[in-house]
């Protein structure tokens, strides 16, 4: 999609945004292949959301941010008012589906 909206207007500058916990889970190679397409795509200008959540955490987001050349945001510093329509809609949708975890891990 980069690609193509690339050719399509090159005076555009296309965004990636990437929201993730940095856990590659698709197989056993997953996680040589995230790298493999991060380094890719380290070409685009790029932001990563990292939500993973919980007490001890990978940090593997961020490794994914660094390869990428991306600026890594903490999901839970990400503010509504400083996103997009669309922006706003993946926030709450991803917070939404981690509350139950949260609360879970609260309780527990």
């Known amino acids: ?3 193509r909206e690339r050719i399509r207007d ?4 296309p965004l990636l945004v990437v929201v993730t916990d940095g856990r590659a889970t698709a197989g056993p190679d997953a996680l040589p292949r995230a ?3 991060s380094a890719h795509l380290a ?3 790029t932001v990563v959301i990292d939500c993973e959540t919980g007490r001890f ?3 593997l987001a961020g490794a ?7 600026d890594l945001v903490d999901l839970g510093e990400v503010g509504r008012d400083a996103v997009s329509v669309a922006g706003r809609t993946i926030v709450d949708t991803v917070k939404d589906r981690l509350s139950p975890l949260d609360q879970r891990r609260k309780a527990a």
């Open 64 to 70: 994914l941010a660094a390869t990428m050349g991306a």
């Open 35 to 37: 790298r493999r397409v």
């Open 57 to 59: 955490r990978m940090g």
């Open 1 to 3: 999609m980069l690609r």
């Open 10 to 13: 090159p005076r555009r500058r």
């Open 43 to 45: 070409a685009y200008d």
